[in-house]
């Protein structure tokens, strides 16, 4: 079967630095996908992964390893803002998206 | 980015009743739009798939008597839940990508919070 793995919440402290890790098994990859959702909201687009490596935009960062079957989302400089659920998304080889979970991200002043 | 709008927002209904909830792409052409379902503190459960023109494709265990899906244009898509119960009472989430998108980048609507009294 397909799944996305990711923990199911995690708490950080604001100014400071967190990774939320994605491990993935799929049938084909064709990319891997971060959402930002906050509570009765609907998912925003973070990042975009097809290559191995990282891709940084602004205090986000992704990163992938297609051989581990393995992702994280690094964020930096926390804002209370940035409390909210972050949802792992893998394309598979029909191009269908599988979603993870989510993970709670709980920021404390 | 592009602009995926949802309506209604929140949707308040009796049990039996249909409940029709409108997805439009404001600002390109939706070549395929997707309807989700969240019930709290889970992931999105992709319900169905809809291309323009064409009929749409739902997921295993979702009933499409139930949840009926027209996408007749390039910017619209509705979902109708008919027959609401209960049951149905959740937090229901189209996305739409458009031609031109290169990693197929999904636009999401605002969400429509459906509860069935």
């Known amino acids: 079967g397909q799944n996305i793995d990711q923990p199911t919440e995690m708490t950080a402290t604001e100014g400071a630095i967190v990774q939320i890790n994605c491990t993935y098994q799929?049938?084909?990859?064709?990319?891997l996908f971060w959402y930002q959702q906050h509570a009765g909201e609907a998912p925003t687009f973070l990042s975009y992964?097809?290559l191995d490596g990282l891709e940084e935009k602004g205090r986000f960062s992704s990163f992938l390893s297609r051989s581990k079957g393995y992702s994280y989302l690094l964020l930096k400089e926390l804002q209370m803002k940035d409390s909210a659920s972050y949802l792992c998304?893998?394309?598979?080889?029909?191009?269908?998206?599988?979603w993870g979970a989510g993970t709670k991200l709980i920021i404390k002043p | 980015g592009a602009v995926v709008s949802q309506h209604p927002s929140r949707v308040i209904c009796k049990s039996g009743t249909s409940v029709k909830i409108e997805c439009r792409s404001l600002?390109?052409?939706?070549?395929?739009m997707f309807w989700y379902r969240q019930f709290p503190k889970q992931s999105l459960m992709l319900m169905a798939t809809?291309?323009?023109?064409?009929?749409?494709?739902?997921e295993q265990g979702v009933e499409k008597d139930k949840f009926l899906i027209n996408h007749a244009s390039l910017t619209l898509s509705t979902l109708t839940v008919t027959s609401a119960h209960p049951e149905d009472s959740s937090f229901y989430i189209c996305?739409?990508?458009?031609?031109?998108?290169?990693?197929?980048?999904?636009?999401f609507g605002e969400g429509s919070r459906l509860t069935v009294l």
């Open positions: 600002d390109f052409q939706a070549t395929t």
């Open positions: 992964n097809v």
């Open positions: 799929t049938s084909g990859f064709n990319g």
């Open positions: 998304a893998v394309k598979d080889s029909n191009y269908q998206l599988i």
């Open positions: 996305s739409a990508t458009g031609r031109g998108q290169d990693f197929g980048e999904l636009f």
């Open positions: 809809s291309n323009e023109g064409s009929k749409a494709t739902y």
